[in-house]
């Protein structure tokens, strides 16, 4: 039989069993009239959970794709561009930035801080951007940006576009694309929503919108908005096979947030990620984020002295839980826990149990239950 082994890192995520079902429901056509209800009402929920006035896009392909799909519809070649940077995955945004010949300006932070909103707007008073682009959660220090505060600053450069990158964050972290002033806003599914890889959400703005209609006729084909738009509007119509098990997926799950309440799920992932901290640091973790930016849907975990890394891993793997290694300047000496989307207390507490063994495996003396007394201890508080 083979091993059930709990995925924790900091995507895919568990996926609970209504949205299995939805994947493993029978193949429909996509010009099926069931389908295409299925698909128009997904569109149309998506941009009203998250307040888009604009389009929602939900597509075949990952959040990369998503991220050259924000830049492709926003700016043209010779364009100024701010990229505000927490991390690697910020980072990503320079290659993708400079192969489609954009003035790239990088304005980041120590790894474990965030970028200030006063920072941003010092920069973006300096030249005329195009756009920016600022990562909600960078999955490789588990820093959040405060996205809200930024929104308010944007309302001083309107001729910047804001390309927010939630993949993630978005239905783990509060967002709202319009309350917020965020012009571009994009996530996978297999973050915070709980669905398996394969599909991306795009909501664009009215501004954003706007800008697309303004750049002719773009490099890009498969991301252009304007070959999705009358999709968007009548599913019914073709341009690229949509993935029609994900989409009842992601449908699913969108009811499941639905259900929840973006608010009430933003503050059970700030108290869940609460007491993993305190958890963790219990057993001799240091967190990487400093209090004041740490993201609810992951987190750095940097190694009490003298646990190697790829032995503390392969110990979690025994004992039936999969963490993923750190990136950058910290791989090797940290590792990351996801914890967002759907999972619950249970799934914690096996996580933090397969944690205080893999530490004794690696010789670091903890009492069994420190860990999981201390997470059940805050959360019931």
Not at 34 to 51: A, H, M, P, W
Not at 275 to 288: R, Y
Request: aromatic content about 8%; proline content about 4%; glycine content about 8%.
């Amino acid at each position: 039989m083979e091993k059930n082994v709990l995925v924790m890192i900091p995507g895919p995520t568990p996926v609970v069993k209504s949205i299995q079902e939805q994947m493993g429901r029978e193949i429909q056509a996509f010009g099926d009239p069931r389908f295409v209800k299925d698909y128009k009402e997904l569109i149309d929920e998506l941009g009203t959970l998250f307040n888009c006035s604009g389009q929602t896009f939900p597509l075949a392909g990952t959040g990369t794709l998503a991220m050259e799909m924000a830049i492709a519809n926003v700016t043209k070649r010779g364009d100024n561009i701010l990229i505000v940077s927490n991390g690697f995955f910020g980072d990503r945004f320079i290659d993708i930035c400079e192969r489609k010949g954009l003035h790239v300006d990088v304005l980041s932070a120590e790894w474990g801080n965030a970028v200030s909103p006063e920072a941003i707007d010092q920069k973006l008073s300096e030249k005329n951007y195009a756009a920016m682009t600022v990562t909600h959660v960078d999955t490789s220090t588990a820093v959040i940006a405060p996205v809200a505060e930024i929104g308010k600053v944007m309302k001083k450069h309107p001729d910047t576009i804001f390309i927010l990158d939630g993949v993630a964050a978005t239905a783990g972290e509060f967002a709202d694309v319009d309350g917020m002033g965020i012009d571009v806003m994009f996530t996978g599914s297999q973050k915070a929503f709980g669905v398996c890889p394969g599909m991306f959400v795009l909501w664009a703005g009215k501004k954003a919108l706007a800008r697309r209609k303004t750049l002719g006729t773009i490099p890009e084909y498969y991301v252009d908005f304007e070959k999705w738009l009358p999709i968007m509007e009548n599913p019914a119509k073709y341009f690229a096979t949509p993935a029609v098990n994900l989409v009842w997926a992601m449908k699913e799950a969108t009811e499941i947030i639905k259900a929840e309440g973006l608010q009430a799920r933003d503050a059970r992932h700030h108290k869940n990620a609460q007491a993993i901290h305190k958890a963790l640091e219990a057993v001799g973790f240091t967190i990487l984020a400093k209090p004041e930016c740490r993201a609810d849907t992951l987190s750095v975990c940097i190694y009490p002295d003298g646990v190697d890394d790829a032995k503390f891993r392969a110990a979690m793997f025994d004992a039936g839980v999969i963490v993923a290694g750190a990136l950058g300047a910290y791989a090797g000496k940290a590792f990351r826990l996801g914890h967002m989307g759907n999972i619950d207390q249970n799934t914690i507490v096996q996580a933090l149990s397969a944690v205080e063994r893999a530490l004794q495996a690696c010789g670091h003396s903890v009492k069994f239950g420190t860990a999981v007394g201390a997470y059940l201890s805050a959360m019931n508080q």
